[in-house]
């Protein structure tokens, strides 16, 4: 396992979410104000620096699931709400602002910060401080009582071979960002595991946010066959060598994952075929659970631009902290969540979750392999699910049915 978490960088937000029903897990009916202390929940994310224009979506996903779970009774007759620390995408400053959080009495935390987070693992392992939702630091996947839920990079990533061979687009190319050493395992990473699915990698090219143009690139890519071109970049970036391959005869389908995901970014790249895995549940989907999300931001976040997994993902990572903490009856503490994650078995919220999940108290846990996988064109209204063949991952139907990669190609990776 040691070799894939050093290789890969964990994907945004290993989240957690909601029950089939439309009520807040746990919660009281609507209008039934909760009584019992606040319980605190502490968010670290980059409000400035570097980072910063990519999380701008966290903390008001949280603010809208704390105002829709107040309205509805609270969590286990408590009344919730979200304290939010400024990592300043600088490890110094994210764990001094992790150390702030502390002193405020939050019972967990949420971290995202691929710059800092890892600086803080230390710090709250130490002060048995729950970790809730993974994010991209690789210390976090081997930290006890941080409880993965959302899909890993793992997952996502064995899911763009899955989707490529799904939309029958299987002559894979990669282009991988230059900014981060990161991006580059990632080419090593499909050409290793492409046979697995059916897949033949035609091979990878380094592209930056800064060069004139992604022209011969896209030729080369073109000329090798590549029908299914995986952007592994920021979408910026993402968006302008998507268009550039198109006007220089691209035909096929662009593979775009997770956090590299932004709907209104790739429906400006005209005539554009996209596809790709997703880490936290599709906002589109039209089942109960989904559509009390939806309901919930546009009531209480009405300016939030929703469609995105930075929401959803959020929304998972709090509702999943309702359910386990639903049958608390004393005081809510650092250790009495950690003791509610424990009792957590087989659990998927009505397919929210990718996969069951199951965790034990004071330990590590696995990461999620299963992922939703989606299709997008450009000038439509919304994705689609692909349909999953065979069974699903998380039992779930529909849209909200999950994936799975081959158990033995995870347990190769995880081993390497």
Avoid at 234 to 262: D, F, H, M, P, R
Wanted: hydrophobic share 40%.
């Amino acid at each position: 396992m040691a070799g894939f978490r050093k290789k890969v960088v964990p994907v945004l937000m290993t989240a957690l979410m909601a029950s089939s029903v439309g009520v807040a897990v746990g919660a009281g009916s609507a209008g039934a104000a909760p009584k019992g202390a606040p319980i605190k929940i502490g968010f670290v994310i980059p409000k400035s620096g570097e980072e910063g224009p990519l999380f701008t979506g966290i903390q008001p996903a949280a603010q809208a699931w704390a105002k829709y779970t107040n309205a509805n009774g609270g969590v286990a007759g408590h009344p919730v709400k979200i304290v939010v620390g400024d990592s300043q995408s600088s490890p110094p400053a994210a764990l001094a602002a992790v150390q702030s959080l502390v002193t405020q009495g939050v019972v967990a935390v949420v971290s995202a910060d691929p710059i800092s987070e890892g600086s803080t693992v230390p710090y709250l392992v130490s002060k048995n401080i729950p970790i809730l939702g993974i994010g991209y630091s690789s210390v976090l996947l081997g930290a006890k009582n941080a409880f993965n839920s959302l899909v890993s990079t793992l997952g996502t990533s064995l899911g763009e071979l899955a989707a490529a061979k799904q939309v029958g687009k299987t002559n894979f190319t990669s282009f991988y960002c230059l900014e981060s050493p990161s991006c580059k395992t990632a080419a090593s990473f499909y050409q290793s595991n492409a046979p697995t699915f059916g897949v033949t990698y035609e091979g990878g090219f380094g592209i930056s946010a800064t060069q004139p143009s992604y022209t011969a690139e896209c030729l080369q890519a073109i000329s090798s066959g590549t029908n299914f071109l995986q952007l592994d970049t920021n979408t910026t970036t993402q968006g302008a060598a998507a268009k550039t391959c198109y006007q220089q005869g691209y035909k096929g389908v662009i593979g775009a994952l997770s956090q590299e995901i932004n709907i209104p970014a790739m429906d400006k790249v005209a005539n554009a075929k996209w596809a790709g895995t997703l880490n936290a549940f599709p906002w589109w989907v039209n089942t109960a659970p989904v559509k009390t999300f939806r309901s919930a931001m546009k009531k209480y976040a009405p300016s939030y631009t929703y469609q995105n997994l930075t929401g959803t993902a959020m929304w998972t990572v709090l509702q999943l902290f309702a359910k386990a903490v639903s049958a608390n009856k004393g005081a809510v503490t650092p250790a009495s969540v950690i003791a509610d994650y424990g009792k957590i078995k087989n659990q998927t919220l009505g397919g929210l979750l990718a996969q069951p999940v199951t965790y034990k108290a004071n330990s590590t846990s696995a990461p999620v392999t299963c992922a939703w996988t989606y299709t997008f064109t450009s000038g439509n209204a919304s994705p689609k699910s692909i349909p999953v063949k065979g069974k699903s991952g998380n039992g779930a139907s529909g849209g909200l049915a999950s994936t799975c990669p081959p158990a033995g190609v995870v347990k190769k990776n995880l081993a390497g």
